[in-house]
Structures are given as C-alpha cells and as structure tokens.
C-alpha cells in the first residue's frame, strides 16, 4: 500500500496530459508516441459523443471552435458521473456555468434543450408502468394526468428554431416556453407552449392535491385576473384535449372524492 500515493500521482499525471496533451506531459516511464494514442482516442471518443448528443450546436460551430469547445470543456470540467453516456449532460453544465469567454450566450440554452431528448429517451421508466388512467375520466372535471416523461423549460432564445444561417442576435421579447417529451410509442416529441399552457403544465406536473382540470384552469384565471373566467375555462377544455392527443397529457384519473362517493353508494 505504500506505492499507493506515487502510483496516485502518476495516474494524476496521465489524466492530465490526457485532458490536455499540448500542455501537460505524459509520466516518465510512459512511452509519448503511446501515450499520444490514448490522448487521441480520449478527445475523440468524447468528442463524437457530444457531436450525437448536441448535433445542432456542433453543426453551428466552426469546426475549429467545436474541437476548442471539446478541449475546453475536457480541460477544465470535471464531471460528476461515472457513467458515459450521461456525459453530455456534463457539457450542458460546464456551459450553464458560464462556459468558455466569447461563446453566444444562447449556447447554453440550446446545449440544454437538445440534453432533454437525449434524458427522454433515455430514461428507463415505461409510461403505463408509472401512471395509470381511467378511459372513463373526464380532463375537464376529473384529475387530468401529465406525461412523466415530460421536461418543460423557459429560454430566453428561441433554441427550437436555431440552425445554421438562423442563429438568435438577442434574447426573446418574452419567454419561449417549450416541452420535450416522449410518447408511449418511444418517439420524443417537441412543443412550444403559450404562457397559459406552460402555466398549466407547470401546475399538472406538481398536482399533488390531485385537483381537477377545472380547479387548475380557475386558478390560472385567478392569478391573471381575468375577467371572464368561465371563458378561460371552457376554453381551457380544448387545451387538454389538445395535450391529450400529443400524448402530452395521458388521460385522467377521477378524483379521489367522486371515488369515495361511488364506493359508499355501492
């Protein structure tokens, strides 16, 4: 065990030069034309893999910068996961965190929206094995249920939009709400809500009260102070039914009390 400590430095060494090779150098004992071997493998294993992962942003990037990103990234980033493919997500917070000087400040937005398909696919929950849903169950006045595998944000850019030749020169006027998410045929599905939607599926993903569509509907046109409610509401039925048919919503559950009701009455 006492070799530990210098075998502990020279495992330091290497990942150092591994991270950045034009500047650290390999441990004495290592060979430099094999050393270079692994120094190349390791740019360009993550490297390919943040390509797949963020295939807009890389197509946006000038080749030199994309590889100065990656190296960047590699040198001063150090991640938290131990598992691979999850790495990409490490980019999204090396970004968020400020990144690299002179980088669009849309990069990190977009680095974050282009994560969410990936995290969707892959996460391993199956839909029908989290949520259940009663076909009998009205959006409206029952207890509408949101896709678990739902993640919505708010960005400043519109990153749904950007491509090359199409890249934001400011922020929005007003927040782009968009939602990623996938259907229980496995595809991922992308979708720009208005203030109101985003409102409501914020309130559907922490309905732990289990309130109907309508108590959340009503509490929307509370809070903008609306002055026709009912309209908002009625109209709001036509939302969920939307939500519903893009697999954003499932179905719904009846409430807990009309359950309670039945069950005396029976």
């Known amino acids: 065990m006492k070799d530990a400590p210098g075998f502990a430095a020279v495992e330091a060494r ?109 996460d391993p929950r199956e839909i029908d094995d989290v949520v259940r849903v009663d076909p009998q169950a009205d959006l409206l006045d029952d207890v509408p249920i949101l896709n678990p595998l739902a993640r919505a944000r708010a960005y400043r850019y519109p990153v749904h939009t950007i491509a090359p030749g199409r890249l934001p020169q400011a922020p929005s006027s007003e927040a782009v709400w968009l939602v990623v998410y996938r259907r229980r045929d496995d595809s991922i599905a992308f979708l720009q809500l208005n203030a109101v939607s985003a409102r409501l599926v914020e309130l559907l993903a922490r309905n732990e009260g289990e309130r109907s569509g309508r108590a959340l509907l009503a509490q929307i046109a509370d809070e903008l102070a609306h002055s026709r409610p009912a309209q908002l509401i009625a109209a709001g039925r036509g939302v969920l039914a939307d939500l519903a048919a893009r697999e954003l919503l499932l179905g719904a559950r009846r409430h807990a009390a009309a359950d309670d009701v039945e069950s005396r009455v029976k």
């Not at 390509?51 to 990234?73: E, G, I, K, N, Y």
């Not at 001063?76 to 131990?82: D, G, L, S, V």
Request: net charge negative.
């Open 14 to 122: 290497f990942a150092a030069y591994l991270r950045d090779p034009a500047v650290a150098a390999p441990p004495d004992d290592v060979d430099p034309a094999r050393a270079a071997v692994y120094a190349r493998l390791v740019f360009h294993n993550v490297e390919s893999l943040l390509a797949q992962c963020f295939p807009v942003l890389h197509s946006v990037c000038a080749t030199a910068d994309w590889q100065a990103l990656v190296r960047d990234f590699l040198v001063r980033h150090r991640a938290r996961t131990p598992l691979f493919p999850r790495l990409p997500q490490e980019l999204v917070k090396f970004l968020a965190d400020g990144g690299r000087a002179g980088d669009p400040a849309w990069f990190a937005e977009l680095a974050d929206y282009e994560w969410l398909e990936t995290e969707c696919a892959q």
